[in-house]
């Protein structure tokens, strides 16, 4: 059966009251794009086990019928020779089965035969949902039961009142027994509809169906969803635009993911928090999962692992790896997808920059004996004393701009140490360079743009909605508030209730003072949607930022292309 193709935001709709129309063709051959033509149309019109209506005609193929495809149908060409055109039936037919949902037995065949013609004769496709009985037995019926899906042996396995014979509104016959009987059969397992069987498959446990009544009572509204055991623990946390649809399809659908099903049959209940907008239940499923850090959520379970990069505020600055912002005046970059990226991108720094690599804390007159480094020249030895205070200061604020500022100066060096490696052939080392470089300008990217919000006291912005305009209150990165401002409400007043209940958000330190990354990089995604107004407040990107310089690097499909682009 093929994929229901309208919205499964929706309610689920009862068979019952659902309108199919089951079509057959027969045709000259087996692919319309290879030139093969329509001979007859047979189609029966059901709702909740009636039949409303039936279609049938034969049609002039406008050439000879295959002598083969005589043997099998009994269509000969002086049957079709006075019988109308494609042109006459197929308008006819799409009028017949306005507004049902189409069903046929092998479906991509009738289906595509149909778009084929709808498209030479520049006529609108419906659109229509399409229901495949052919895959649809293959997932109800075992092969104990029957040996093939085709039509004729399901039509004998139920006992069809009408027998395939390879003519159009005999099969359509027979394909409306088949489909009835396999609701029949879906009905005692609870799949009651369409949605439902659309997505059917026997891999669902039968007593991972019946927990279904769990969702019964959530709403068709945005939000989050928390899956609970029998102790009232939180197994899960998930978000959806339609809370009772997207829980449902968990007890109805096949669940690939090991772990999800393991959850299914722990859970005992389904609470349902009902958001303003998709963006509001985003924000909530994070903090749900940051703070109670569900057994079977995977991600954003633990954003204080987050690693970052810092830039140490001591009389002689050096870079550290780290999982903690403090509020030491220090600078941050990241966080990083994991601690080899960090590490990367701590080696670029300290190839390209004099300042020292040793941990210790160190009094402005140290007297320590060099290290290695500082015999190299690799470091400007502020260890022993031989630093000159200021120099040392003009190499840490270097370091400080190509984390905090424009990189160009250290895109250039490690650009022109990979050109180098790429000359001597060592292109391994090359490309271990680049993804050193890469990394710590993602770092730096990410870390501009969330600043970019952070700094922001309040931001008031609006996309459209379908019933007026959604409304965020962002402050410091942080959600504050959200709402949907209905069409034709004035506004100023609307929005000033708003921010009198919005959430009061006080800036912090670091680039993430109020909120966590993935909140804040959540808000800026939204900021940039398509159609977005901004109401009060603003904000905006440095001129002189690292993304520039990132984009390269990123789009070159190896090392070597990427040193052939400007510097």
């Not at 409303?52 to 149908?73: M, S």
């Not at 670029?348 to 804390?361: G, M, N």
């Not at 409400?489 to 959430?503: K, M, N, R, S």
Request: with cysteine.
């Amino acid at each position: 059966m093929q994929a229901v193709q309208g919205s499964f935001d929706e309610l689920g709709r009862p068979l019952s009251d659902v309108t199919f129309c089951v079509v057959d063709l027969e045709t000259t051959g087996g692919s319309a794009a290879k030139g093969s033509r329509i001979t007859e149309f047979g189609a029966v019109k059901v709702r909740g086990g009636e039949v409303l209506g039936e279609f049938q005609t034969l049609v002039n193929p406008d050439e000879l019928i295959p002598a083969y495809i005589t043997v099998l149908t009994g269509i000969t060409n002086q049957m079709v020779i006075g019988a109308p055109r494609i042109a006459e039936v197929l308008p006819s037919f799409l009028e017949f089965a306005r507004g049902t949902i189409l069903v046929a037995h092998n479906a991509p065949f009738d289906v595509g035969f149909l778009k084929h013609f709808s498209r030479e004769l520049a006529i609108p496709w419906p659109g229509f949902e399409t229901l495949d009985t052919a895959v649809l037995a293959r997932r109800v019926l075992s092969r104990e039961e029957v040996p093939n899906c085709k039509l004729s042996t399901l039509a004998a396995a139920f006992g069809a009142t009408s027998t395939p014979n390879h003519r159009a509104l005999s099969d359509a016959r027979a394909t409306v027994d088949v489909l009835h009987a396999l609701f029949e059969r879906l009905g005692p397992l609870g799949v009651t509809t369409l949605e439902e069987v659309s997505t059917y498959t026997s891999k669902v446990k039968p007593e991972q169906r019946r927990k279904r009544h769990l969702a019964e009572h959530l709403p068709e509204a945005p939000g989050v969803y928390l899956f609970r055991d029998a102790n009232d623990e939180i197994l899960y946390v998930g978000t959806s635009r339609n809370l009772r649809t997207r829980t449902r399809s968990y007890f109805t659908k096949a669940e690939t993911r090991t772990r999800m099903g393991e959850m299914v049959m722990l859970a005992q209940r389904i609470e349902g928090i009902v958001c303003a907008t998709a963006l509001e239940a985003q924000v909530r499923e994070l903090r749900l999962i940051g703070r109670h850090r569900p057994p079977y959520n995977r991600r954003s379970r633990f954003p204080e692992r987050l690693t970052w990069l810092k830039l140490t505020r001591e009389p002689w600055p050096r870079l550290s790896i780290v999982r903690t912002i403090l509020d030491d005046q220090a600078d941050y970059i990241g966080p990083f997808r994991g601690r080899s990226a960090a590490e990367g991108a701590l080696t670029a720094l300290h190839d390209s920059y004099k300042i020292r690599q040793c941990t210790p804390r160190l009094v402005l007159r140290s007297k320590r004996s060099p290290c290695a480094l500082a015999e190299m020249g690799q470091c400007l030895s502020p260890c022993d004393g031989s630093a000159d205070v200021d120099d040392y200061a003009a190499e840490v604020q270097r370091v400080r701009r190509a984390m905090t500022g424009d990189p160009h100066e250290l895109v250039t060096a490690v650009r022109q140490h990979m050109l180098d490696l790429a000359r001597a052939e060592r292109f391994e080392d090359a490309a271990m360079w680049r993804d050193r470089l890469t990394g710590f300008l993602r770092a730096v990217v990410r870390t501009q743009r969330l600043r970019e919000l952070t700094g922001v006291e309040e931001l008031v912005a609006a996309t459209p909605h379908p019933q007026g305009w959604e409304v965020h209150v962002i402050r410091h990165g942080r959600l504050a508030a959200a709402g949907v401002l209905p069409r034709g409400t004035h506004p100023t007043g609307w929005v000033d209730a708003l921010l009198a209940t919005a959430e009061t958000v006080v800036g912090g330190f670091g680039p993430i003072p109020a909120a966590t990354a993935e909140e804040t990089e959540t808000l800026l995604r939204w900021l940039d949607s398509p159609g977005l107004r901004m109401v009060r407040g603003a904000w905006h990107a440095p001129l002189e930022g690292a993304a520039r310089h990132l984009t390269p690097f990123e789009e070159a499909s190896s090392s070597w292309q990427l040193l052939q682009q400007p510097g």
